[in-house]
């Protein structure tokens, strides 16, 4: 049998593409809950991010990278599967509305019909970000708008280095 780590891992799974402040708060409110916090990138072929995996994985490191129990990963396949490997036993999940509720639930109830002995948690964002998602991000972006205050510095300057700056940027 595996040896558990020391402490309680959560994994928190997502596209993040790109990262944003939402997503920044989730993982602090969980960095504080658990021992260490797995920030969990999906490689998924058949979607056509704008950033890819590589750039998400190296702009959500270099976010945390002084923040100690954030830890910040890619996985493919089952969710389930890459939380057992990581020896993590809780799912962590933002729910910012009730419109999502019913996709997280459905998600919480299927991996939980995968793997009953890993939990979801769905963890509310601060009341400021609960209109954030990385589609509006872009789009606003795309458009013209300021995303300042809404992802990472960092983040924003990716997104002005990649499309120059506000314009042009399909979404
Ligand atoms: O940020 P997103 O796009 O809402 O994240 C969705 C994600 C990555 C959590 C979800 O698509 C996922 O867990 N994919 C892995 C495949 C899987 O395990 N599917 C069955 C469980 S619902």
Redesign the pocket.
């Known amino acids: 049998m595996a040896t558990r780590p020391s402490g309680r891992v959560a994994v928190y799974?997502?596209?993040f593409d790109p990262l944003t402040n939402g997503h920044v708060d989730i993982i602090q409110r969980g960095a504080a809950l658990f021992d260490r916090i797995v920030v969990a990138i999906?490689i998924n072929p058949t979607k056509s991010p704008l950033f890819t995996i590589e750039e998400r994985l190296e702009m959500a490191r270099a976010v945390f990278k002084s923040r100690p129990g954030v830890e910040v990963d890619t996985f493919d396949g089952?969710?389930?599967d890459y939380a057992r490997r990581r020896q993590a036993s809780v799912i962590v999940r933002g729910l910012r509305a009730i419109s999502d509720f019913e996709y997280e639930m459905q998600?919480a109830l299927?991996?939980r019909h995968l793997s009953s002995t890993i939990e979801t948690i769905l963890m509310m964002p601060a009341e400021s970000y609960t209109y954030l998602s990385s589609r509006l991000v872009k789009e606003v972006f795309a458009l013209g708008g300021s995303v300042r205050g809404l992802v990472p510095d960092l983040v924003e300057a990716r997104l002005k280095e990649k499309t120059g700056v506000g314009s042009g940027l399909r979404v």
């Open positions: 799974p997502g596209t999906l089952l969710l389930v998600m299927m991996n």
